[in-house]
């Protein structure tokens, strides 16, 4: 069974920090690219951050300095660190998985499974 768990979400002020997790199962974590989005009330999906197989990040530029993905494939894991968090990064963060194998990159529409998310709440 494919399956991805976020843990890590709260509420925080401004200038906080928190940590996500997302630990994966039922997927040869290694070799896929992992992501994380987000979706404030009322608004799309968004990218946040991907990082690939071979440890390639990418990031939205709302978060670039601020947001650093990893993963621990050890785990299974995919961390989100959010730092000098902001009241507009409230939102509901989901994990993603793209298992396209080598080379996958975890784009939106190249993702395939999805986390059920984590509330982040940022207060000013």
């Known amino acids: 069974q494919v399956q991805l768990v976020e843990s890590g979400g709260g509420l925080v002020q401004a200038g906080g920090s928190l940590r996500l997790s997302c630990a994966a199962s039922?997927?040869?974590?290694?070799?896929?690219?992992m992501g994380w989005y987000r979706q404030a009330p009322g608004k799309q999906r968004e990218l946040v951050a991907t990082?690939?197989?071979?440890?390639?990040?990418n990031y939205a530029d709302s978060v670039k300095g601020r947001f650093t993905v990893s993963r621990d494939n050890a785990k299974n894991t995919v961390y989100l660190q959010m730092n000098n968090l902001q009241p507009e990064d409230t939102a509901v963060y989901y994990c993603a998985a793209d298992r396209g194998g080598m080379g996958s990159t975890c784009h939106f529409y190249d993702v395939d499974v999805w986390g059920k998310g984590t509330l982040v709440t940022v207060s000013s």
């Open positions: 039922g997927i040869f974590f290694s070799i896929n690219a």
């Open positions: 990082i690939s197989s071979l440890g390639i990040t």
